[in-house]
C-alpha cells in the first residue's frame, strides 16, 4: 500500500472506531450525525405492495428516519429497490442473511410487511439483531405469537411498535379527543362496517398466512378504533356469527362475512361487519350529547370524509405512514415508550381470538383481561 494511501486508510479507521465507541453514527453518505438530532436508518422487511406503494414512498417524507436498507426474499427486487431508492448495496438483505444487520449501524429499526403469521419470527430476529422493530397489524396470528414478539424484544431491550398509522391521522386524533375530553359523553353506540370485494387465492384467504379472513385484514380496524372511542378501553365481551359465504369454493379457510358486537364495561356498544364480498369503509359513534362518523375512508391511508353533530370536520390530510415512523424514530431516540406499542397488537389479537370463539360457538364469549 501507498504510504500516503496507507495514512488515509489508519486515520479513516480510528475516525471510524472512535465514532462507534462514542455513539456516534456514520451512515451512508458518510454525514456523521450524533445524538437526537441524527436521522434513524429503516430497513424495509417484505416488499409488496404495502411497502411499494405506501412505505418506501413515506420515507421520502420523514424527516427523523430514512430508508437505509431492504430485507426481501427476492433479490431482484433489492436491485430494484436499491436503484429507486439509491440504497448502498450493502444495505440489501435476503431472509438468510438478515442476522448480519447486526453488524450494520445503517439500521436502527425493521420494519416488517409480510404476511401476519410471519411477523412473529422476523419480529423475533430482528430483535435478535439488536434492531427496533415495527410489525405490520395484525401484529400475530395468536396471542401467544404476541406474547413471543413482546418478550424477545424486551429481553433483547429494544422497543415494538404496530404499524397502527390511525393514531397520527387528525381525523383519529380528534376522535380519540372527543373519547377523552367527552364533549359529547361517552360514546355508547358504535357502528362500523369495513370491507373490500376479494376474489383471488391469495394469503388473504389463506388461514396459515393470515390467521383468518377479513376480519384479521379489515375488522382489526373496527376493532381497534372502537377502542380507541372508549377511550382505550377494550370491550368485555363478543358475540358473533359468519353470513353465509356466496363464493364457498374460495373461502374454504376462512370466514366472507362476520358479523359481531362488543361489548364494553360502561355499557357501550359497537355492531360491526366486516367482508371481502363487498366494498365499505365506515364508522359511526354516539354519545347522548353528540355523534361523529367517519363517511367515507374511515380507516384508509387518504380521503376521510367525518363530520360530527357540530358540522363537518375538515383536517389537512397527512401522510399518516411518515407521521408513524417519524414518530417511532422520536421514541427511541427521546427514550419515549411508543404510544402503539406491541401490548396495543396483543390486545387486538385477543379480542379477535374472542370474536372467532363466538363466532364458532354461537355463545357469547368473555374478553381475557
Ligand atoms: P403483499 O402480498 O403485497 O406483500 C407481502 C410481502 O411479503 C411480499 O413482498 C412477499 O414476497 C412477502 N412474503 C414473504 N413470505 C411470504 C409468503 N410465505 N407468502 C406470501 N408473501 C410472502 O401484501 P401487503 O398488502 O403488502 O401486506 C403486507 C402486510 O402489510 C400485511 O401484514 C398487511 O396486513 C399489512 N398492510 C397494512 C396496511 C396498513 O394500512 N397498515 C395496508 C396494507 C397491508
Not at 54 to 83: D, F, N
Not at 252 to 270: H, I, Q, S, Y
Request: charged fraction near 25%.
Amino acid at each position: 500500500m501507498h504510504n500516503r494511501s496507507r495514512r488515509d486508510f489508519l486515520r479513516d479507521l480510528l475516525i471510524g472506531s472512535a465514532a462507534l465507541a462514542s455513539g456516534i453514527h456514520l451512515r451512508g453518505d458518510d454525514k456523521p450525525e450524533k445524538g437526537k438530532d441524527r436521522k434513524l436508518g429503516v430497513a424495509l422487511l417484505g416488499l409488496g405492495k404495502y411497502s411499494s406503494g405506501q412505505l418506501g414512498p413515506a420515507l421520502r417524507e420523514t424527516t427523523k428516519c430514512y430508508l437505509s436498507g431492504v430485507i426481501t426474499g427476492h433479490p431482484e427486487k433489492g436491485e430494484q429497490w436499491a436503484a429507486t431508492y439509491n440504497l448502498n448495496k450493502k444495505n440489501i438483505y435476503s431472509y438468510d442473511n438478515m442476522e448480519q444487520i447486526a453488524h450494520n449501524p445503517d439500521i436502527d429499526i425493521v420494519y416488517v410487511v409480510t404476511p401476519p403469521a410471519l411477523h412473529p419470527e422476523f419480529v423475533i430476529r430482528a430483535a435478535k439483531a439488536g434492531k427496533h422493530v415495527i410489525s405490520e397489524k395484525p401484529m400475530a396470528t395468536s396471542v401467544e405469537d404476541c406474547d413471543r414478539m413482546i418478550a424477545a424484544c424486551k429481553k433483547a431491550k429494544v422497543k415494538l411498535a404496530i404499524g397502527y398509522r390511525l393514531h397520527y391521522d387528525l381525523y383519529h386524533k380528534e376522535m380519540m379527543r372527543l373519547a377523552k375530553e367527552q364533549d359529547f359523553g361517552p360514546f355508547l353506540k358504535m357502528t362500523g362496517d369495513r370491507g373490500f370485494i376479494f376474489g383471488q387465492r391469495a394469503w388473504r384467504i389463506d388461514k396459515k398466512l393470515a390467521g383468518g379472513g377479513p376480519m384479521m385484514d379489515l375488522g382489526i380496524y373496527i376493532v381497534h378504533g372502537a377502542c380507541m372511542a372508549a377511550n382505550g378501553v377494550a370491550p368485555v365481551s363478543v358475540t358473533a356469527h359468519e353470513e353465509p359465504k356466496t363464493k364457498p369454493e374460495l373461502f374454504n379457510e376462512v370466514e366472507e362475512t362476520l358479523r359481531w358486537t362488543m361489548d364494553f364495561p360502561n355499557g357501550a356498544k359497537c355492531d360491526a361487519v366486516t367482508s371481502f364480498a363487498h366494498s365499505s369503509d365506515q364508522f359511526r359513534i354516539e354519545g347522548a350529547k353528540g355523534w361523529m362518523e367517519f363517511k367515507q375512508h374511515a380507516f384508509t391511508y387518504r380521503g376521510i370524509v367525518a363530520e360530527t353533530s357540530r358540522g363537518p370536520l375538515n383536517f389537512p390530510a397527512i401522510n399518516q405512514q411518515a407521521a408513524h415512523m417519524d414518530d417511532f424514530a422520536d421514541c427511541i431516540l427521546t427514550g419515549r415508550e411508543t404510544p402503539v406499542g406491541g401490548e396495543l397488537g396483543r390486545r387486538d389479537i385477543q379480542i379477535i381470538t374472542a370474536i372467532y370463539e363466538a363466532a364458532r360457538t354461537g355463545k357469547p364469549v368473555k374478553v381475557k383481561a
